[in-house]
C-alpha cells in the first residue's frame, strides 16, 4: 500500500504559469543531453539511431502525463542496449531487420508486464533486490557495454560472441586499428571524462556529449569517413517507423529477453525514482506504482512505433533537477524539442560518425560500473563483497535473470547460515502496539531482512501520521543493511508529516561491517519464545 507522502501531485496549468521559466531551462538543456544520448543506446542495441529518438519523444510527451514522478526523465538506457543488441542477434539468426521487428514485440509485451505490476501496485518491487547485486548486475552490462563499443571506437568489426569473447579479442583489435575513426573515438571519450572536471559551472551545463558530436562531425569531414563509419537513417522521415513482427512473441527465446526488459526496466525505474526522491525532498514523493504504469504505457508505445524500451533514466533525472526543474513539465518540453528536431534538423544525423557514439557509450557503461562504488564495497568486504562478486560473474558469464537470481540466493543463504528462521524468509514477525496517545510501538522479531522487509513496509505504510513511533529491533536475531538503510529512509519521511522514529534495540547487536548501516547480528541469539 502507497503511504498518503508518497503520492506524486497531478500535471497542471498552475505548475505550467509558476515554474515555467525553470522548467523551460532545464528542458531544452536535457534535451541537449538525450539527443546525443538517445542515438548512441539505440546504435548499440541494433537499432536504427533515430528509433531511441521515438522513444525519448514518447517519454516526454506521453510518460511526462502518466508517470508517478515529477522529475524523472524517461527514455532509452544504456543498461538494456547490450541485452537488446543480443535479443537482436539470438532472435534475427544474424538477419538485423528480422531481429530488430522481433524485439520490437518484445518491448511492446514488456511494456504491457509492466503496466500489469503498476495495476497490481508492486512499486516495492526493488526493495527484494539486495543493493549490491543490482550494482553487479549494472556493473557486468556495463562492462559488457564497454567492450561492445570499444570496437567500434577503433573501426575494427566486432567478433561473434559475448562479453568474455569479445574482452579476449580486444588486444588483436587494438593492433589493426584504424587511426581516423580511433582518433575522434579517443578525443570523444578525452572529453566525455574531462569535461566534468571544468571549474565554471557555466560551461559545465553543456552537455559533453552534445559536444563530442560537433567535434566528431567536423573531424569526420577532415578525415573524409565512409558513409559505413557514419550514422545511418532511412530515405525519409516516415520510414523511422518500424512496426514489431508479433509472429514470435510467445517463443521461449522472446519470453525470456521479455522477462529481462521488465525485469531490468522495473528495477531502473523504480530505483530511479526512489533515488530523485532523496536528492529533492522539497518535491512530494513518488507514486512508484504509477511510475511503474507511466513507463509500461509508453514503452509500449514506443515499441509499437519501432523505438528500444523505455525507463525512468537517473542520469537525465538527476540532471532535470540540478538544471532547476520543479515540475513534469521539464519532461514534455524536452520530448518537443526533440520532436522538433526529428522534423526539421534529422538531416544532420548522417554525419555523425559512429566511433562519437561509440565514445558516448562507453562513458555511460563506465557510469554503470560506478568505480567509486564499487572502491567502497572492496574495502567493506564481507557479505556485501560476496553478493555483488556472484551476481556480476553469474550476469557476465549468463545473463541479467541469472545473474540477479544468484545474488539474490547467496543473500538468503548467508542470512539462512546466521540463524534467520526459515518461516521469516518472505514474512517478517511485526507486533503493532498503540497507547492511549496514539503513539506507535512497532516490535520486530528474529529476523528483519531485504527479501521479508515488503511485509514490515506494509505495517509501517498504514500507520497514522505525525505521531512518536519506536521501531523496537531488540528481539531479532538478525537486520540486515538493506533493511536498515529502508529504515533510515522511511525516519527521514515520517518527520515530514511532523512526526517522530526512534530505531532502538540494537545495543546487543554487532556490525557485521564498518559501514554505518552494516547488518546487525544479535551477539547472543535470543528468539521470541512465541515464535522459537
Not at 571544468?198 to 558530436?213: G, H, W
Not at 555523425?352 to 572502491?375: C, D, M, N, S, W
Not at 539462512?416 to 522479531?445: C, I, K, W, Y
Amino acid at each position: 500500500m502507497t503511504s498518503p507522502r508518497e503520492t506524486a501531485p497531478t500535471p497542471g496549468l498552475p505548475g505550467l504559469r509558476r515554474f515555467i521559466v525553470s522548467d523551460a531551462r532545464s528542458g531544452f538543456l536535457i534535451f541537449l543531453l538525450a539527443l546525443p544520448l538517445s542515438l548512441a543506446i539505440s546504435q548499440a542495441s541494433g537499432f536504427p539511431p533515430v528509433a531511441g529518438l521515438l522513444t525519448a519523444i514518447v517519454g516526454g510527451l506521453a510518460a511526462t502525463w502518466c508517470g508517478g514522478a515529477e522529475l524523472t526523465i524517461k527514455g532509452p538506457t544504456a543498461m538494456l542496449a547490450v541485452v537488446a543488441a543480443g535479443a537482436v542477434e539470438e532472435l534475427g539468426h544474424g538477419n538485423p531487420l528480422l531481429g530488430y521487428r522481433l524485439v520490437l514485440a518484445v518491448v511492446v509485451l514488456a511494456g504491457i508486464i509492466q503496466i500489469i505490476l503498476g495495476l497490481l501496485r508492486t512499486g516495492g518491487l526493488s526493495d527484494f533486490f539486495p543493493a549490491t547485486a543490482v550494482h553487479g548486475m549494472m556493473a557486468a552490462l556495463g562492462l559488457s557495454l564497454v567492450a561492445q563499443q570499444l570496437f567500434v571506437l577503433l573501426g575494427v568489426p566486432a567478433p561473434a560472441g559475448g562479453p568474455l569473447q569479445l574482452l579476449a579479442a580486444l588486444p588483436l583489435a587494438f593492433a589493426r586499428l584504424n587511426p581516423g575513426i580511433f582518433l575522434i573515438g579517443a578525443l570523444g571519450l578525452s572529453l566525455m571524462l574531462g569535461w566534468p572536471l571544468l571549474t565554471n559551472t557555466a560551461l559545465r551545463k553543456i552537455p559533453a556529449s552534445l559536444l563530442v558530436l560537433l567535434l566528431a562531425i567536423a573531424l569526420g569531414h577532415w578525415f573524409g569517413l565512409g558513409p559505413n563509419a557514419l550514422v545511418k537513417l532511412p530515405g525519409t522521415l516516415a520510414g523511422t517507423l518500424t512496426f514489431p513482427d508479433l509472429s514470435q512473441v510467445f517463443a521461449g527465446p522472446s519470453l525470456k529477453y521479455v522477462a529481462m526488459f521488465a525485469l531490468a526496466g522495473s528495477l531502473e525505474t523504480l530505483l530511479s525514482a526512489k533515488a530523485v526522491d532523496q536528492l529533492y525532498p522539497q518535491q512530494r514523493r513518488a507514486d512508484l506504482n504509477r511510475e511503474l504504469l507511466g513507463v509500461g504505457i509508453a514503452s509500449t508505445l514506443a515499441g509499437l512505433l519501432g523505438g528500444p524500451p523505455m525507463v525512468s533514466d537517473l542520469g537525465r533525472s538527476v540532471a532535470n533537477g540540478r538544471n532547476g526543474a520543479r515540475t513534469r513539465w521539464a519532461g514534455l518540453y524536452q520530448g518537443l524539442l526533440l520532436l522538433l528536431f526529428v522534423a526539421f534538423g534529422a538531416g544532420l544525423l548522417p554525419q555523425i560518425p559512429l566511433a562519437a557514439l561509440a565514445a558516448i557509450l562507453i562513458h555511460a557503461g563506465g557510469q554503470l560500473v560506478a568505480p567509486r562504488q564499487l572502491f567502497r564495497l572492496l574495502r567493506t568486504r564481507g557479505e556485501p563483497l560476496l553478493i555483488f562478486l556472484v551476481t556480476f560473474a553469474v550476469t557476465l558469464a549468463s545473463n541479467l535473470l541469472l545473474g540477479l537470481a544468484a545474488g539474490v540466493l547467496t543473500k538468503l543463504v548467508a542470512h539462512v547460515f546466521r540463524g534467520m528462521p526459515l518461516r521469516n524468509v518472505f514474512t517478517a514477525s511485526v507486533e503493532v502496539q498503540a497507547d492511549h496517545a496514539g503513539n506507535q510501538r512497532v516490535t520486530v522479531r528474529d529476523a528483519a531482512v531485504l527479501s521479508n522487509f515488503s511485509s514490515l513496509k506494509n505495517r509501517l505504510d498504514v500507520l497514522p501520521a505525525g505521531h512518536h513511533v519506536i521501531i523496537d529491533l531488540s528481539q531479532t536475531q538478525l537486520v540486515d543493511q538493506s533493511v536498515l538503510e529502508n529504515l533510515n529512509r522511511f525516519q527521514a519521511d515520517y518527520a515530514t508529516t511532523g512526526g517522530q522514529v526512534e530505531l532502538v534495540g540494537l545495543e546487543a547487536h554487532l556490525a557485521t561491517a564498518s559501514s554505518p548501516t552494516a547488518a546487525q547480528l544479535q551477539q547472543a541469539p535470543t528468539l521470541s519464545p512465541k515464535h522459537s
